[in-house]
């Protein structure tokens, strides 16, 4: 059963309680609401990251682009 | 009051030494007996109580507390999924959430989770800039409707057993109960050299994003282990600021 640890600073008490079913639940769901965040954000940075070596890919062959995307400002190292 | 120099031959009189005592930090047990042992309260004394652990000056008007004060410090003597400050005093205008911290699972790294006064609703929003040792530039990531703030990153099992991480997240004006939202913001991470290494900024507002814009004070904190378990070890401090 997971625990949490609940530091009382009224009291100074510091103690180890078992999570109840509703709390397990929560717990859960919280952790699975930032994984999707966590997920979505990953993915994004990894799409712009993929769009950014393709561009760098594709500037190395066609010079007229790589002046384009050297004066928009892109990168075209792949970073 | 004039600010004491000593000379040669310094005549030492009740005066000077009141003088010499008023411009040096005076200990003491507690308020109550500082009170009873300063008869004539001075602009600009710093004293400091044995009882809280805390310097404090005087402006004139009342004693406040010098700097960043310790409100609660823990050590896990064993895992714990989640830590829950509670009764947070609203002595002071902002907080700072301290976390050397390593989650058990066989990852890179996981979030610490924020929560704040145990509110699960889609009230947290987050903008993420982040920093990684593994290709890639650094980005600029966002997310809102959550249920929690993912306000600090720690490293997992995946690195060196013995190597802990996390941060430090400023709480802005978290004990102000006419305000509808709180602002977070941190720095944290971990870099494992010739492995993996992820920084990160973040900002985070609480209330904002689809909230129910009710002011209050936050009174309590949770840091949740985005997976798994907070190893053995792992800790966490609060302090004040801003009286």
């Known amino acids: 059963v997971p625990q949490r640890l609940v530091v009382d600073i009224a009291t100074g008490a510091q103690t180890y309680v078992e999570l109840d079913p509703d709390e397990a ?16 954000e990953e993915a994004a940075l990894a799409a712009r990251d993929a769009a950014r ?23 075209l190292d792949g970073s | ?52 652990k805390v310097f404090e000056g005087y402006n004139g008007t009342s004693w406040l507390p010098v700097g960043w004060i310790p409100i609660a410090s823990t050590t896990l003597g064993s895992a714990a999924a989640s830590v829950t400050f509670n009764s947070i ?22 979030d610490i989770l924020l929560r704040f006064n145990n509110d699960s609703g889609t009230n947290y929003a987050n903008i993420n800039v982040t920093a990684d040792n593994t290709g890639g530039a650094p980005a600029l990531l966002s997310g809102s409707s959550q249920t929690s703030a993912p306000i600090l990153r720690m490293p997992s099992s995946n690195l060196n057993s013995t190597i802990f991480g996390g941060g430090f997240a400023f709480v802005l004006g978290y004990s102000n109960s006419s305000m509808s939202n709180k602002n977070v913001f941190s720095l944290s991470g971990n870099g ?16 904002a994003g689809g909230g129910s814009f009710t002011a209050s004070a936050v009174t309590r904190i949770d840091l949740i282990s985005g997976n798994g378990n907070f190893v053995t070890n792992s800790s966490f401090q609060l302090y004040g600021f801003g009286a």
């Open chain 1, 25 to 40: 639940a929560d717990l859960e769901a919280t952790r699975a609401d930032a994984a999707q965040a966590r997920a979505t």
């Open chain 1, 53 to 75: 070596t393709e561009l760098a890919e594709r500037a190395a062959l066609s010079p007229d682009l790589a002046l384009i995307a050297k004066a928009m400002g892109l990168p």
């Open chain 2, 1 to 52: 009051m004039s600010f004491i120099t000593v000379a040669p031959g310094q005549t030492i009189t009740a005066s000077w030494g009141n003088t010499v005592r008023d411009q040096l930090v005076s200990p003491f047990a507690s308020a109550s007996a500082r009170t009873s042992a300063i008869s004539a309260l001075v602009e600009g004394m710093l004293s400091y109580r044995s009882d809280e």
């Open chain 2, 89 to 110: 005093p609203a002595t002071y205008k902002n907080l700072v959430v301290v976390a050397l911290a390593k989650s058990a699972p066989a990852t890179n790294f996981e």
């Open chain 2, 192 to 207: 494992d050299w010739g492995n993996v290494g992820q920084f990160r900024m973040r900002g985070c507002s609480w209330g």
